[in-house]
């Protein structure tokens, strides 16, 4: 058992792992791998607050994001029961886990086969404010070697990766390519030489989501480099190129729980982050009987700080929306960017949504208004409406 008292937890949730810490009223920390303990938590009603980190590109705004994001919901809220009090970055949590690290600025790296992306923190008094974040596909050529390859880079062991480490600085050269590294599920090797070509496209990819995620003004200061994901190891993350002619210092690979016990700090706000003004006002036009008058009403959907909207309340109640087959929801969206071509505009959900009563979630984005989630009262399967033009 995991003890009695009321407890804090923090959750890392990525490729379909769930990594869980646990913040004990006597101070301890606790981490535990697998769905496991969080249903026993759940099972004892221990838990008093939850702080989940998730892939970064879940909260760009997409559907693909969203869908993802609302089946976490379902598998905290709605079947543990568990008090999801915010959805947070990766990054932003891997940045708050080395907070107290003494730099002034953090950059988080994570490179994968199909994904490379890069976000700046600021750092100070024990808060992490976002500077910039960008990402960057990485060149689709998925051949079933090089698809193979990336499974075995990835999979290595330790020892594998400090032979790589210590082998790869010469391999450039063309006398050393040939040498074999990388075992590929144990009936064969994969040349020097092929790992740097297949790892070229990810350093493309990761060298441009660096440099659009350093602003022009960024803040001086110690910078620390942290690298997650599967790939936090790869010997050529550990020294990155110099990007924008600003060198970057050799980067630290976070160790595979850093990313729930960043979660943890911020959770129980040992580590507060700090975001941005919401720029995207999102409202839900509405009506409802006071006083014994029919009142128009705009309800807000959004967060002040543009934060995900677990379940939209108003009036200190969370709000429920009846459709019928006569009516039709609509959406107000809202561009405070005085840059924006297009300021305001309005979104039609469809398809029609089935008559009945819907509770309301917005998955917001960084760079957009985000996904509207309609989730029936009758436990039906939720809806998601993207709200960008």
Excluded: K
Aim: hydrophobic share 45%; net charge neutral; with cysteine.
């Amino acid at each position: 058992m995991l003890g009695g008292a009321r407890v804090i937890v923090g959750l890392d949730v990525a490729d379909g792992a769930v990594t869980v810490a646990v913040r004990e009223l006597d101070g301890r920390q606790t981490i535990h791998d697998g769905r496991g303990a969080l249903d026993e938590l759940a099972a004892g009603g221990r838990v008093r607050a939850v702080a989940a980190a998730v892939a970064d590109h879940w909260l760009d705004g997409a559907r693909d994001g969203a869908r993802h994001l609302e089946q976490l919901h379902h598998d905290v809220v709605e079947r543990l029961r568990l008090p999801l009090r915010s959805v947070v970055r990766r990054s932003q949590a891997t940045a708050a886990r080395y907070a107290d690290g003494g730099a002034d600025l953090i950059l988080v790296l994570e490179p994968t086969p199909e994904l490379a992306t890069a976000a700046l923190y600021q750092v100070e008094s024990a808060q992490v404010r976002p500077l910039g974040a960008a990402g960057r596909r990485v060149a689709d050529d998925t051949g079933p070697v090089r698809q193979a390859l990336g499974e075995a880079v990835a999979q290595a062991d330790a020892a594998a990766h400090a032979r790589a480490a210590s082998v790869l600085p010469r391999c450039r050269h063309s006398r050393y390519r040939g040498t074999p590294l990388y075992s590929r599920s144990g009936t064969g090797r994969y040349t020097a030489g092929e790992v740097l070509e297949w790892y070229a496209g990810i350093e493309a990819a990761l060298t441009d989501s660096v440099a659009r995620a350093l602003p022009a003004t960024a803040p001086t200061g110690t910078v620390q480099v942290v690298t997650t994901g599967p790939l936090r190891d790869f010997p050529p993350l550990a020294h990155p190129a110099q990007v924008g002619g600003r060198p970057l210092p050799a980067a630290l690979a976070a160790a595979p729980r850093d990313c729930a016990a960043g979660a943890l700090l911020l959770a129980e706000e040992s580590v507060r982050a700090v975001e941005q003004p919401a720029r995207f006002a999102v409202r839900l036009p509405t009506s409802r009987v006071w006083a014994g008058r029919l009142r128009s009403e705009s309800v807000p959907l959004h967060t002040p700080t543009g934060q995900p909207n677990l379940a939209v309340g108003w009036d200190g109640h969370e709000l429920a929306v009846d459709v019928d087959a006569t009516r039709q929801l609509t959406v107000d969206v809202h561009d405070t960017d005085p840059a924006a071509v297009t300021s305001a505009w309005t979104v039609t959900l469809q398809p029609r949504p089935a008559p009945g009563r819907y509770r309301l979630g917005l998955w917001a984005g960084r760079f957009g208004p985000g996904v509207l989630v309609l989730r029936p009262a009758d436990g039906a399967e939720p809806q998601l409406f993207p709200l960008s033009q």
